[in-house]
């Protein structure tokens, strides 16, 4: 089975064993400050794991494009990849271990047709400080299910990767017990740095084993199925999130909920039998490409045709989703990805126009299963191909630059003006001293990384300002900005004009920011008009509630508003804000919450709405910041 098709017998056959098939959500998350991207396919769906109730049911699935752009210096291995997608299952307070084990050995050895000799799985040795307990049933069931297969499985504990390393394998072991920074999952990523209100449980981790490929001892003397190696690769993790953090410690979740994550594009490799996994389908003929365009050949040129491959594919996902290059935020990775994508397409000689004749055999690979990918493809096309246009004139401007700054020798430093001024490679300004017969300073590369040392400790320190808020949307102050942002959405529109279109939000608590399409800046007076609006239904106390309505019931004739680029199941959530004894809400909006009960709440401890900035955001797209102060 190629990618493709896995992906689609993976929601066929959780569809057949009742779950409601649901669209992907965005690769720029909505109403979330924590986060840059959708970096894992249960980031969208935390408020129904904490306890709402999702308008499909409490059995989903489905397959959700995720972006990490934390691993963009890794591409280039055979297996990290910056963009990726998860196929996911969900129990919301429905099924759990006994149900979820043996579905997903089914589907990997009974439906995609892997060996099961080849499989080995992990389970939570538990944490005695926190009161959690070992995971004997999880490890239980999957003697079961291996001993179905005629496979004895015997259980090892070994503790942490570091344990694993001196301890090894022992002959017939397959169930391997891991400790919390192994088999815990929650988005902090270790159970001590956990937020209070965090959901999280222990996991079950299933790997496929290269077992052609050989132990590299580099990573540890002896090899198990958490070493980095290659011979080992996690497929797929089932998640029992059943705690959650609170100021006492851990306590249970009302519902226990089933959040299984599954690796696409690995569960093709395990199907191909290939640890790289630039040779699966839904990469393999990128790769292609780029030969046939370069003249050169994978084997010789593997680590440039891997990055530009991940690298464009990740882009013109971010674009079919709405984002722009920028030197802010998501459209600052969007830009990173795309200019490290052409200099690594200029070293296999690629020098022009590239973004034209790839991207489209990206959309080919994708239009069937994702619609949106077919509908957007000029679209995207252009967006990268002005990219591609302006960095290769700023390499000209760094050329030219480099010709008048290496007058007595090329140093580090001006390696990283021309680096962070011109977004001009290091390896091309190195390989351009060369061919202008300038020299280059030996400690070059040292001075280098210490500047960029320096500028990645500043970016690290201003994102703890931008981002902070813990998790978005669960406190007071969260519900007060998000009300208020409802608020100010239906403003904007009796000020402005029909027109104005929610185009994306991010709530902390300290402000809000709300961008919209308007196609000019908003006057003082405007702004003061929308500000007077907001405060007066504030101080109306309007009722707050939410009900559910069939999709193309709240979009048509109820008129409900809703946000630029979201797509929504066959019923959505819609909250409604209402004076008492008034007919008709003051504003009507699809949204998934949370909000405060009652509109008077925000004017809590004197406090009044203010508008502190209103400005562009991108072209047509206006944004604004406001408070409550």
Request: glycine share 10%.
């Amino acid at each position: 089975m190629n990618a493709q098709q896995i992906r689609q017998a993976y929601l066929d056959f959780y569809k057949k064993n009742g779950h409601k098939v649901i669209p992907r959500a965005l690769l720029v998350p909505q109403n979330d400050p924590t986060t840059l991207f959708t970096g894992s396919g249960m980031q969208p769906l935390i408020p129904y794991l904490l306890g709402e109730e999702h308008p499909e049911g409490v059995r989903l699935v489905d397959s959700q494009t995720c972006l990490r752009a934390q691993d963009i210096a890794e591409v280039g291995d055979n297996r990290h990849t910056t963009f990726f997608e998860m196929m996911g299952n969900w129990s919301l307070g429905d099924y759990f271990k006994a149900e979820q084990l043996p579905w997903i050995f089914e589907f990997l050895t009974g439906v995609v047709g892997l060996d099961p000799k080849k499989l080995y799985v992990t389970c939570f040795i538990g944490d005695e400080s926190n009161g959690i307990p070992r995971d004997t049933q999880a490890a239980e069931i999957w003697e079961r299910l291996f001993a179905e297969k005629g496979i004895e499985a015997l259980k090892a504990d070994v503790g942490s990767e570091e344990d694993g390393y001196k301890r090894g394998m022992k002959p017939g072991e397959r169930i391997f017990f891991y400790d919390a920074d192994k088999n815990w999952w929650c988005r902090a990523g270790k159970i001590k740095d956990m937020p209070v209100g965090e959901p999280g449980g222990g996991d079950s981790e299933i790997f496929y084993e290269f077992d052609f490929v050989e132990h590299n001892t580099e990573y540890g003397e002896h090899c198990h199925p958490n070493c980095d190696c290659g011979r080992f690769i996690e497929i797929a993790n089932s998640v029992f999130m059943e705690y959650v953090r609170t100021e006492a410690g851990f306590e249970k979740l009302p519902k226990q909920n089933v959040d299984f994550g599954g690796g696409l594009e690995r569960i093709a490799m395990a199907a191909i039998d290939s640890p790289d996994a630039f040779k699966i389908s839904l990469l393999w003929p990128i790769i292609e490409k780029l030969e046939a365009l370069s003249g050169k050949k994978y084997d010789s040129h593997t680590n440039a045709m891997r990055v530009v491959a991940d690298h464009l594919r990740a882009a013109a996902f971010l674009a079919v989703d709405g984002v722009k290059p920028s030197n802010k935020e998501q459209g600052y990775v969007m830009r990173r990805l795309m200019r490290r994508a052409i200099r690594f397409a200029f070293d296999l000689g690629i020098e022009q126009n590239f973004v034209q004749e790839v991207v489209p055999v990206i959309t080919s690979l994708y239009e069937n299963d994702f619609p949106e990918v077919d509908a957007k493809r000029g679209e995207v096309i252009e967006v990268l191909t002005r990219e591609e246009k302006v960095f290769r004139q700023t390499l000209r401007k760094g050329i030219h630059e480099m010709s008048k700054m290496g007058k007595d020798g090329l140093t580090g430093e001006e390696v990283f003006k021309l680096y962070d001024t011109y977004g001009f490679p290091l390896e091309l300004s190195v390989e351009e001293a060369f061919k202008q017969d300038i020299k280059v300073a030996e400690n070059w590369r040292e001075q280098f990384e210490a500047l960029m040392a320096e500028q990645r400790e500043r970016s690290q320190t201003a994102s703890k300002g931008v981002f902070k808020g813990g998790l978005g949307g669960q406190t007071l102050q969260h519900k007060k900005y998000h009300t208020a942002t409802h608020l100010m959405y239906q403003a904007l529109r009796d000020v402005l004009g029909d027109h104005v279109v929610q185009n994306g939000s991010n709530i902390t608590e300290e402000r809000l920011r709300f961008d919209f399409s308007h196609p000019e800046k908003v006057t003082p007076e405007q702004l003061k008009r929308v500000e007077d609006i907001v405060n007066e239904q504030i101080g109306k106390d309007l009722k707050v509630s939410w009900a559910e309505y069939p999709t193309a019931e709240a979009t048509g004739p109820l008129g409900a508003l809703g946000q630029f680029g979201d797509r929504y199941g066959e019923t959505v959530k819609v909250y409604k804000m209402i004076a008492d004894g008034a007919e008709k809400p003051f504003s009507f909006e699809i949204c998934g919450g949370p909000h405060v009960d009652h509109t008077l709440q925000l004017f809590e401890g004197g406090k009044r709405f203010k508008i502190i900035k209103e400005e562009a955001s991108s072209a047509g797209i206006r944004r604004i910041k406001a408070v409550l102060a």
